[in-house]
Nanobody, 121 residues
Framework: QVQLVESGGGMVQDGGSLRLSCKVT????????VGWFRQASEKEREFVAA????????IYADSVKGRFTISRDNEKNTIYLQMNDLVEEDTAVYYC??????????????WGQGTQVTVFS
């Protein structure tokens, strides 16, 4: 079974940057995509980004496109989310996920516990 542990969250000033990491224990198959979701208070879980084996396959929610970059280091079995130009609307708990349908149905199969990101002005 795949286990995921997010880290890198915290408080950051509006306009700042933050890099989230997700360490994966277990195998990530080459046919599985990796991704990030987030959930703000009193809101439903929201898709943020996903990428498959090919980095050119990366997709992003419109709200983060151009500001966030998802990547995966297969050697370290780690997923990253580089977050730049952060705004208060980015405040949420961020979850990483793994699954074969992330790029199509935007649905993950395995989830971490999340890491809190708080953006303040």
């Amino acid at each position: 079974q795949v286990q995921l542990v997010e880290s890198g969250g915290g408080m950051v000033q509006d306009g700042g940057s933050l890099r989230l990491s997700c360490k994966v224990t277990g195998r990530i198959y080459n046919w599985e995509a990796v991704g990030w979701f987030r959930q703000a208070s009193e809101k439903e879980r929201e898709f943020v980004a996903a990428v498959g084996w090919n980095p050119t396959s990366a997709i992003y929610a419109d709200s983060v496109k151009g500001r966030f970059t998802i990547s995966r280091d297969n050697e370290k079995n780690t997923i990253y989310l580089q977050m730049n130009d952060l705004v208060e609307e980015d405040t949420a708990v961020y979850y990483c996920t793994v699954g074969p349908r992330l790029l199509t149905a935007r649905t993950g199969d395995y989830w971490g516990q999340g890491t809190q990101v708080t953006v303040f002005s």
